[in-house]
């Protein structure tokens, strides 16, 4: 017997057979007459990723080391998956009842899990008839090669892509889609003052688009235009380049085949936390997930930057290094190791430095900010303030919250916005409170209570169905961190009440609507 663990789940890749057969130990096909029982799975032939069947009867795909990439969704115990004599994959509970299915009976398929992430039926004549979509693109290009339109790296995390974009060039873009680094083109050449420049061509002054990047096996990175000519090139010839990579810190690097560097777009994005007993040194840099936000140590600085222009200083104090002491406080040091400057915040063991979006965040292990520097409204491009919301999709942790200092947990990407609008409420004497993030099983919790006992009720009634109306578990802004049910007076907002009419007029400011119907509910996006 073979184990394997990944995150909470333990595969098991059984040795001995059964009938209907059951998928050889290690494999990563399941043919027509072969099934798959709890706890056994397919492996990708490189051994990265794992689509095993739950202990709760969903079909997971896991990487190693990350949480699920894809699910069948909500399962049924004991349910076990098998490929049918016509090609049909599917998953069926005890019972015998069908909880998923690919859908490709009379395809004659056989489901195969990829080593880019992908999870597949294919035909006898290899053509995919299924997919699970998850694949992830290459993060290297090994030379001598040529990446174009059709092509596309990623970093190994996915939130950087190298890709060509129709009408622009070749673009390395960060998680908001934001420019990290393109290749510096020439313009077009000014046409004879007789000449007219032909239908199509560049205009005179403007940059030829590299719609290529070539890796050549000299080891040169050139960017090429629709003609074939170099427009950009990395200078590497001769300096043993034999690989492009997209690294997880929104960097593109040529190595050699020693895995050494010879060339480097820069502008590194650096980690997002400082952890307790942390260190920053003068050269390092923490970085927002986009990349916009900087905080480093700089001619005797902390300094916070935005896209490279400073945003706050704690001011030049001689500082050789910035650490985060075990007691919570945030402290720069001098070459001798003195103290020269602190937030202030010791008696927190074990509080964290977070970069958010636009903001800067020491946050206690409660989930207390207990500090922070927000970056100033009017340096911060309409929408970017939103992208670290915008990119949570789903249910979070606890771990990625905060209480705000109104009280309230949400998302982190959401503290300050939500603590800017309870102070100006304030002060036209209208005091709010709420409750923000909630757990999945809190809200399965409300489901049972609104809605029903049963698992039909908790899982499939339509929201409006319960009373009052309660969003199905996994759906909730709330299970985000993205909502409030805000109170004032320690009482729920009532339609007719002062503090609804002072979030009809002032909420959408510090980007929260209202869901219809909830005077008291306030999500980032009004559900």
């Not at 060039?169 to 083109?185: E, K, M, N, T, Y």
């Not at 061509?201 to 940059?207: E, H, I, L, R, S």
């Not at 309409?382 to 670290?388: N, S």
């Not at 998302?411 to 709420?434: S, T």
Request: glycine share 14%; charged share 20%.
């Amino acid at each position: 017997m073979r184990r394997q663990a990944i995150g909470a789940v333990t595969v098991v890749l059984v040795l001995a057979g059964a009938a209907p057969a059951l998928a050889g130990p290690g494999e990563d096909v399941l043919r027509p007459g072969e099934r798959l029982a709890p706890g056994q799975a397919l492996l990708a032939p490189g051994g990265v990723h794992t689509l095993v069947v739950q202990p709760d009867g969903a079909l997971g795909l896991y990487a190693l080391d990350a949480p699920a990439r894809w699910s069948t969704g909500r399962g049924v115990a004991g349910s076990t998956l098998s490929t049918d004599d016509s090609g049909d994959v599917r998953l069926v509970a005890p019972d015998g009842t069908l909880v998923w299915s690919t859908g490709t009976g009379g395809s004659a398929g056989t489901l195969r899990v990829l080593d880019d992430g992908d999870v597949v039926v294919t035909g006898p004549d290899d053509t995919v008839v299924w997919s699970s979509g998850t694949a992830q693109p290459p993060s290297t290009l090994v030379g001598p090669a040529r990446l174009t339109g059709d092509d596309v790296l990623a970093s190994p995390d996915g939130r950087h892509t190298l890709l060509v974009v129709p009408g622009a060039g070749v673009q390395l873009q960060g998680p908001d889609g934001s420019v990290r680094w393109a290749p510096q083109v020439a313009t077009a050449p000014q046409p004879a003052a007789a000449t007219a420049a032909p239908a199509g061509a560049p205009q005179p002054g403007t940059p030829a688009a590299a719609v290529a990047l070539e890796l050549r096996a000299d080891g040169n990175l050139v960017a090429v235009d629709e003609d074939g000519d170099r427009v950009w090139r990395s200078r590497t010839a001769g300096l043993g380049a034999t690989s492009l990579e997209v690294d997880d810190d929104g960097t593109l690097v040529l190595r050699d085949d020693a895995g050494e560097a010879v060339w480097s777009s820069g502008a590194p994005i650096g980690p997002s936390t400082l952890a307790p007993g942390g260190e920053l040194a003068p050269g390092a840099s923490l970085g927002s997930p986009s990349g916009h936000l900087g905080v480093a140590v700089r001619d005797g600085a902390l300094v916070a930057t935005w896209d490279g222009e400073e945003v706050w200083t704690s001011g030049r104090v001689g500082a050789a290094l910035a650490r985060l002491q075990p007691d919570g406080d945030l402290v720069l040091l001098d070459d001798a190791g003195a103290p020269v400057w602190s937030a202030a915040t010791a008696g927190h063991d074990g509080a964290r430095l977070v970069l958010e979006e636009a903001a800067v965040l020491l946050v206690s292990p409660r989930g207390e900010v207990l500090w922070q520097v927000a970056v100033p409204a009017d340096r911060v491009p309409v929408g970017v303030p939103a992208v670290g919301c915008a990119q949570v999709d789903g249910p979070v942790p606890e771990a990625d919250t905060v209480r705000t200092r109104s009280g309230i947990r949400v998302h982190a990407c959401l503290a300050e916005a939500v603590d800017a609008m309870v102070e100006a409420a304030r002060a036209d004497g209208v005091v709010l409170g709420g409750g923000g993030w909630r757990s999945t099983d809190q809200q399965v919790a409300l489901r049972r209570a609104h809605c029903g006992p049963t698992d039909h009720d908790v899982y499939d009634k339509p929201a409006s169905a319960c009373s009052p109306s309660t969003a199905r578990p996994g759906s909730s802004r709330h299970e985000r961190g993205l909502a409030i049910d805000v109170t004032s007076g320690g009482r729920t907002v009532g339609a007719g009440s002062a503090a609804y009419a002072w979030l009809v007029e002032h909420a959408g400011a510090y980007g929260l609507e209202n869901l219809p119907g909830e005077p008291w509910h306030w999500s980032v996006d009004g559900s």
